[in-house]
């Protein structure tokens, strides 16, 4: 695979990190996730939880942020731009898949960049989340209530830190539902992946 970086965004419980593994193997690529944040702690000297938690933690804009606070940006802040040069130095040094972190946004202005997006119903996430080897047994509109937090916590960190909105369609190159099964989306991704390499010689 030569140059194009793929950036995978997804709603919770899609299995989307399964995808992104699944596209990494094919085309024999690296797969960031949460490396992002061992490589974040080893630069920022902070440990790998405090960076986890700082992800969770935003106020206001980072817009906001960076013309009120100066050099004081609040940590999750800081943790955002360092993620930010970490994805791409990654994107540099070759062809890589990015989950999440708004990897579509901050490689928005290079090319050979393939965003993608995994949605599905309600009940097919809840299927998978009752699946799961943690899964906890909870009646269907608990695990909706979950569901539906972890989607806020997602839409809410990259509508925080990006100009667009979470999942919106013309945000990204493919948008797949998971119910297509993990394989024939992770199929489609490699071909589109190929195909805007072979658009590009």
């Known amino acids: 695979m030569a140059k194009t970086i793929i950036t995978l965004g997804r709603e919770y419980c899609t299995g989307g990190r399964y995808i992104a593994e699944d596209v990494a193997k094919a085309l024999g690529i690296k797969l960031y996730d949460k490396e992002l944040i061992t490589m974040a702690a080893k630069h920022s000297g902070l440990s790998e939880e405090a960076v986890a938690a700082s992800e969770k933690r935003h106020t ?4 906001y942020s ?11 802040d800081q ?11 990654l994107a540099e040094e070759g062809p890589c898949v990015i989950l999440g972190r708004c990897g579509d946004y901050v490689l928005r202005e290079r090319p050979n960049v393939l965003r993608t997006f995994v949605y599905a119903p309600l009940e097919t996430r809840i299927q998978f989340a009752k699946s799961r080897p943690d899964a906890k047994d909870m009646p269907d509109r608990l695990w909706e209530t979950q569901l ?6 997602r839409a809410s960190y990259y509508n925080y830190y990006t100009e667009n909105r ?8 493919l948008c797949l539902n ?4 993990r394989e024939a989306c992770a199929d489609l991704i490699v071909a589109a992946a ?6 590009d010689k």
């Open 79 to 89: 943790v955002f731009i360092l993620q930010s040069r970490i994805i791409k130095q």
């Open 194 to 199: 190929r195909a805007m390499q072979e658009a």
């Open 178 to 181: 998971a119910t297509l099964g």
């Open 60 to 63: 206001h804009s980072l817009l």
């Open 148 to 153: 539906a937090k972890h989607d806020r916590a």
């Open 166 to 173: 979470w999942g919106e369609a013309k945000n990204y190159d």
């Open 66 to 76: 960076l013309y009120t606070m100066g050099n004081e940006l609040p940590l999750g």
